[in-house]
C-alpha cells in the first residue's frame, strides 16, 4: 500500500536496530533517533539484536565517573558527560549487568597514554529508569524529554562480542529549530546530572569491590596504552 508523503513507516525492533547501529560514528544520534522514530517508539523493541530485553520500568541505571574525564581533583562531578543526551547520548550500566559485563565496559574508559597519569573511578552514581526516574522527566507542557534505550556497545578489542547490558539515554526535546535550544538541552542535562548525584552509592558495595579492584589494576599500570607504531 502506498503511504501518504511525509508518514513515517511505523517503527519495528529492526527498523530501532537499525538506526541505533551507526551510533559509533554519528553524534547526532539524538537527533536521529527523534526524527525516524518519534514519540519514543524504540523503547518498546530492544535497539540491538543481543539486548536482553528494553530497559524496563523497575531497572536502574549507574554512571561511572572516572577522573579526570568525569571529576576533577577536587571530586567536582563535571557537566561535561551529562551535556552528551543531547548528541549521542550518556552511557550508562543496567542494573541486570553481569559482574564480566561491567568489567568490560568499565575497563575500556580506564586506558591511558604512557605520559598521562593512571585513571582512577572516584564515584557512582544511580538514578531510576522509569516514570518515578528519568522517564519521568517532562517540559512545560507535560511531555517525556528522555528516551532510556538497551543500547549495546562495541569493546576497544573488535573481535569481542559487543556488551550487552550497556544502555543509553538521550535527549529528544526541543525540538531542532527552537529558540535557545542549546541553553534549553543544556538545563535539561543539568537536571539530569542532579537526578544521578543524589543518589551516590559506595564504590566498595558495587559488584563485589570490582571498582576498588579494576582502580587497584589502574594504579599498578595495567591500562596504559601501547605506543602506536606508525606515528
Known sequence: MNMPPNDKPESTAESCQATFAGADEDQGLADKIDREHPNLACEAFPVSPISPG????????????????????????HETPFRKIAKNGLSVIRSIAARHEVEALVSDG?????SDPPKQIRAAYEAKAGSDGLRGLVDSTGERVLGV??????????????????????????????AGRKLIQKDFAGQVREMFLSSPKELASLHDGLFIEINSRSAEGQFVKAPDANK
Open 54 to 77: 528494553p530497559v524496563s520500568e523497575d531497572e536502574t541505571l549507574l554512571r561511572v565517573m572516572v577522573s579526570p574525564r568525569d571529576v576533577d581533583d577536587a571530586g567536582f562531578v
Open 110 to 114: 580506564m586506558y591511558s597514554k604512557v
Open 149 to 178: 534505550y538497551d543500547q549495546t556497545v562495541p569493546q576497544s578489542d573488535k573481535s569481542a562480542p559487543h556488551i550487552p547490558t550497556h544502555a543509553g539515554i538521550f535527549l529528544r526535546l526541543p525540538a531542532p529549530g527552537t
